[in-house]
């Protein structure tokens, strides 16, 4: 006999985590010469697929990019549904400012910020197709301020040179130089550009599970599971007014594991009972949001070949 709870079928479990982000690219050369000199990234897997070439990148064995070279493909328009940025989380202040210091040397993008969120420190990067970048380290939850069932956030300034100044050393060089692989980096959250903030919240609180966090943001909504600040958001601010994406150069799709076949069981009735349609393959579920966005929710143990099968172009 146990006293665990039971899981609240509504939600997703609090122990999810996201996975690899896959973006459709035009140059898989450059772009992947971008991530991986910029950010650090390793290749780990490459397959091609009639006239597709699928390259998977990350750090150590964590996916963390999938590359899908569809160069027919025309490029994005920032006014459409997709995607606003991906959000590369790292464990300690000393491997985030030898990243923002890798990739801020890297010609072939463009450092386009950094911020205090209260709960995270935050750089903003553009790469050459276009595609927003965050790094961030995250405050200690026990830091983070919670109002109203909600937990704040804001914009402040963050001086970027400062930053470095504070937290990187020549040994913090040395090790991100000669232990790239073993560096600890994942994909902390993704955020979407939407055409509606309502209709989003319908799609990925109400059908999903993910629970809102933050929404006092105009135009925008910030949520996740578990109490985390974050895992997904969703902002108008480019797109208001968008409707379903053309098919084109930009993110491809937006990925999820979750623990136990039982929490694809428990999305499949939510996604069901509302007459969504799904793909359950048995190890993972897929679903397109309103914006024609590809959402993958997975079990662990997916193969590089399986996270490859995935998006067929």
Known sequence: MTDAQPADERVLPSDLAMDAVTLRVGDLETMSGYYTGAFALEPLE????????????????????????????????????????????????????????????????????????LVSEAF?????????????????????????????????????????RGHLTEADLAADRTARPRRSGRVGHVHLQVGDVSTARR??????????????????????????????????????????????????????????????????????AIGLPFADDGRSVTVDDPWGTQVTVSVPGTTVEELLDRLTA
Request: charged share 20%; no cysteine; net charge negative.
């Open 46 to 117: 490459e397959r091609g697929t009639g006239r597709t070439v699928h390259r998977v990148l990350g750090r150590g064995t964590t996916p963390m990019l999938r590359l899908a070279h569809t160069p027919d493909l025309p490029a994005g328009d920032r006014r459409q549904a997709g995607l606003f940025h991906t959000a590369f989380l790292f464990d300690d202040a000393a491997s985030l400012a030898a990243t923002v210091y890798r990739a801020a040397q890297d010609s072939r993008g463009r450092f386009t910020g950094s911020a205090d969120h």
């Open 124 to 164: 903003y990067f553009t790469d050459p197709e276009g595609n927003g970048v965050e790094l961030y380290t995250d405050r200690p939850r026990e830091q983070w301020v919670r109002r109203g069932g909600q937990i704040l956030m804001d914009t402040l300034r963050l001086d970027p040179n400062a930053y470095l």
């Open 203 to 272: 799609f990925y609180v109400d059908a999903l599970g993910f629970e809102a966090t933050y929404t006092d943001v105009p135009g925008a909504l910030f949520a996740s599971a578990g109490g985390y600040h974050h895992h997904v958001a969703m902002n108008t601010w480019n797109s208001a007014g968008a409707g379903p994406r053309a098919a084109g150069l930009g993110l491809g799709e937006v990925a999820v594991t979750v623990p136990r076949r039982d929490d694809l069981d428990a999305l499949t009735a939510r996604l069901g």
